[in-house]
């Protein structure tokens, strides 16, 4: 007997809030895409003393993509192009 196939999506399941978790001011936003399809998105507060890591986030991207999509609709904000920019550091030849 070959068992039965059950497919649930988020979209099936009720959203439950819980009251307990704390909600976090977050500055800063940091996000790192892996080749293996999955991504990490971390939060900070800045403090006088450090930036500090308020929360992350491990998914895969492409539910990283639908939370941004979802983002975007609610802030009715859809960036043709990265309006901020970001350096990176080069390491020189020795």
């Not at 439950?16 to 507060?45: C, E, I, K, N």
């Not at 991207?61 to 975007?72: G, N, P, S």
């Amino acid at each position: 007997m070959t068992p039965e196939r059950i497919e649930l999506s988020s979209a099936d399941l009720p959203k439950v809030d819980s009251p307990s978790l704390p909600t976090l001011w977050v500055d800063t936003t940091t996000l790192t895409a892996r080749v293996d399809g999955t991504a990490t998105m971390r939060f900070y507060t800045v403090l006088r003393e450090a930036s500090v890591e308020a929360c992350r986030i491990h998914t895969s991207v492409d539910h990283l993509k639908r939370i941004v999509d979802m983002l975007a609709r609610s802030l009715e904000y859809y960036p043709t192009q990265a309006t901020i920019k970001t350096t990176s550091k080069k390491r020189a030849n020795a």
